[in-house]
């Protein structure tokens, strides 16, 4: 069965993102670290394209061990994402410059349709290797309407960030996430489990183990999503 | 040279107490999930005493992995303890019955002094082993100032719970965590990282390992501590 499932890192003391993210940072100043477990991966340099807002060229080629099992997984069977604005690209408001098509280049790895939230309308824009951002304006159910009809039966991966991911699971929507821990303090930005209470949510922790920078847990929603 | 140190386990979503402490559960509800991957060490096994509040016998005697060196390392090179009032036992407001002397039975793990944080005068009570627990009711300075006269060149241990860690994360007073990531969620309780900021207090992840049950990440003070 079709799933919603979430793959994000956070660091150890909780955060999904450093303060303030622009251009520079898209991670927010200091929030590099808990990309690291990914650059670090062959599956991330295979993907990885010179025209990316964030450049992490390795000259071994990346690592092919549990850390890059656990990225390449994040892929899989997944037909369609949402991404918050700024997973899109880190910068706000009304969109300025229509011929910036976001940080992921002309060739994104996401290879099928992206629905990114936003309060600015703007027409899709069609990429090269499968992926066609879509904008959508009218809020997170009708972005996971469309997502699902997308996907065509396949799994939607909620991609990000912090703030998106919340409130798909205050609504009751996501059916499992797929978190690293990256060994890194952050110490401000963006708190993933802020004031969500995971367990009465109805998640409980499924899976653990350890890759070479990160360590990965899988939780899952056993019971029924609160009402809306 | 001495060092302040802490030893503790936090949840996934950062939590190092469940809800509702008690004597029954001495956690919190449901927070017994934080010390699995202790109760399943050779070293806890060896320690455990019937006497205790908790009981946790496993017929194979326990494991000798890497989570049994991380919690035999614990006690390594510890001068002296100090405790918040709930780690002595899980009982609030003034000494009802003296003859009760804690969670820990006759003879207690700690082997040392052990200096508990409590509102409540109290004689000090020597028990088996080495331990004798001492009642400060004069602050977290104070405490910290017998520990480590007592702990003669030896390292001072807080051995939780969060709220008294807390307190002497602000005071600037600790220079290594060593933290215990176990897989599994608790939604509530009592938030390990509440509104501590560890990056400004000049803290770093220098040490990451996968045990068995648990993650184990060791955090270093790096910078001069923060003017009080």
Redesign the interface.
Known sequence: MSKVKVSFTVS???FGAAPQQSLENPMGI?GEVLGEWVFATRTFQRMHDKEWTFQHIRKDGGTTGIDDAFFARRFLNVGAWIFGRNMFGPVRGAWRDTSWKGAWGETPPFCNPVFVLTHYPRESIPMRGGTTFHFITDGIYRALERATAAANGKDVCIGGGVNTIQQYLRAGLIDELN?A?C??????GERF?GDI?????G???T??V?GERA?H?A?ERHAAAPSQ
Chains 1, 2 share one sequence.
């Open positions: 150890i003391d909780g200091g978190l821990i060994p890194a303090l952050l110490g401000s489990f209470d995971l367990v009465k949510l998640y409980t922790c899976d653990h350890a360590t847990v939780l």
